[in-house]
């Protein structure tokens, strides 16, 4: 039988096969080859009885740190136009690890019943010039949440974002009725989130969801120099167009995408976000050398 590990708690794995979900034990073999389960795992079990043991891991596509999640396809990157006010640099952070990680990343302003200024505007720009998809969202009133259901099926998808922008509301609305009771378990689980750091996968729309608690701050200086670029899409067409081929966009002559910027096929905020990064990786290499 095989399934999908939907949540794990103190040694235990909680698996989605067809309809049921089965608790089991993971086999310790596992540990020799460094594998323990996670959630989001494609697993075979083995049953005895009611519950069962995990008798396979299947190779994963993806795995995601915080929160440890394997398979995640896509990212719902959420902000808020207003309290709290959309933190740019998070943002493009975020934007940049999702292609870290491979996941399909789209991103939601959620709020729209506050104010909306020239400020946010400026930052959907940036967010589409880069070739994301943007959509707006009033969740506590159910706004633009079809809009969300319709990229669920077949994916994975984590919602993560800062804290308060209302990820939660977004996915209590995705799910509906069916998530109220879930919701309940949840948020028993939410009180020991902090300590057990575990994440569920929620099932809907055939697709599967994890929220994920706010953060506020958010590293990527662990990705190489050189490796950065690749992380800004729409710098992919313009790649070969540098002088050098070892061109890092910085201070390199006939660069094809300090080009970009200047005849504005390239968002200038994105460029100087991606500077900065660099800068970021470049000075943490000199402190340990
Ligand atoms: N005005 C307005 N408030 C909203 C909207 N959606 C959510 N909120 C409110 O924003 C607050 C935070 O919402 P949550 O869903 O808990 O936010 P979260 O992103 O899950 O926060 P963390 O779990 O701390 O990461 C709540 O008071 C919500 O009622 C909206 O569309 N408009
Ligand atoms: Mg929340
Ligand atoms: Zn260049």
Redesign the pocket.
């Given at each position: 039988m095989d399934g999908t590990i939907v949540k794990g708690i103190a040694g235990f794995y909680y698996i989605k096969v067809n309809n049921k979900i089965i608790e089991c034990k993971s086999r310790g073999k596992f540990r020799h080859d460094e594998l323990s389960p996670m959630v989001g795992d494609r697993v075979d079990i083995l049953l005895q009885g009611d519950t069962g043991v995990i008798e396979k891991i299947y190779p994963r596509s993806s795995r995601i740190i915080r929160p440890a999640v394997s398979n995640v396809t896509q990212a719902i990157v959420?902000f808020?136009v207003k309290?709290p006010d959309i933190n740019e640099e998070l943002l493009n952070k975020l934007l940049v690890s999702c292609e870290f990680n491979n996941l399909k990343a789209i991103v939601c302003f959620?709020?729209?019943?506050?104010e909306l200024s020239d400020k946010e505007k400026s930052i959907e720009d940036m967010v589409k010039s880069a070739g994301y998809e943007v959509i707006f969202?009033?969740?506590?009133?159910g706004y633009g949440i079809d809009k969300i259901k319709e990229r669920l099926k077949g994916e994975i998808t984590v919602l993560c974002?800062?804290?308060?922008?209302?990820?939660?509301?977004?996915l209590n609305h995705i799910a509906g009725k069916e998530l109220m009771e879930t919701g309940v378990i949840s948020d028993k689980l939410k009180r020991g989130k902090h300590t057990t750091r575990h994440s569920e996968l929620i099932e809907i729309d055939g697709g599967f969801i994890v929220?994920t608690?706010?953060f506020s701050s958010f590293k990527i200086d662990f990705i190489e120099a050189e490796e950065l670029q690749y992380y800004f899409p729409e710098f992919k067409n313009y790649l070969g167009s540098c002088k050098f081929t070892s061109c890092l966009h910085y201070k390199e002559p006939n660069c094809g995408i300090k080009k970009m910027v200047e005849e504005g096929l390239i968002n200038r905020k994105r460029y100087n976000f991606y500077l900065k990064m660099l800068d970021e990786i470049l000075n943490k290499k000199n402190i340990i050398r």
């Open positions: 959420v808020a309290n959620n709020k729209l019943d506050l969202l009033k969740a506590k009133e974002g800062p804290s308060g922008v209302g990820k939660s509301t977004i929220d608690p706010g």
